[in-house]
């Protein structure tokens, strides 16, 4: 069975989607940008602050699905600048500690509210 996730711990869908969907043991979460729960806003800053920003996001809706980052098995990471990769998978890393999860990145032309970057994830719940 389909079950929609959603959270007030993590930016409200900008669209026609749901920030998660849990079926048959696993979460599937749209993309999270950097946005400010509270604010609605993008927070200030570069890449590091807007990839933790994303992370905790993506941690809100885990949660909310029952479930954590350490069960993280795929991440999509969007990047608008490919230079940004190093800053980026610092502030990463420190959120996958040990066996972190496979991962693809691309660059983008442009993100939602021109953010820097997104990341969309599937997880174990």
Known sequence: MKQTVRT????????PYSQAIKVDG??????????DPAA?????????EQTEQVLKNIASVLQAAGTDLS??????VFLKNMAELTAM?????????????????????RLPKDA??????????
């Open 8 to 15: 007030n711990h993590a930016p409200e869908a900008v669209g």
């Open 26 to 35: 696993f979460v599937f979460l749209s993309g999270q940008i950097p946005l």
């Open 40 to 48: 609605g806003q993008i927070v200030p800053g570069g890449i590091s």
């Open 71 to 76: 069960r993280v098995v795929k991440t999509t």
């Open 89 to 109: 998978n610092q502030v990463y890393s420190r959120f996958f500690k040990a066996d972190p999860p496979s991962r693809s990145t691309v660059e983008v032309v």
């Open 116 to 125: 820097l970057i997104e990341i969309e994830v599937i997880a174990l719940s």
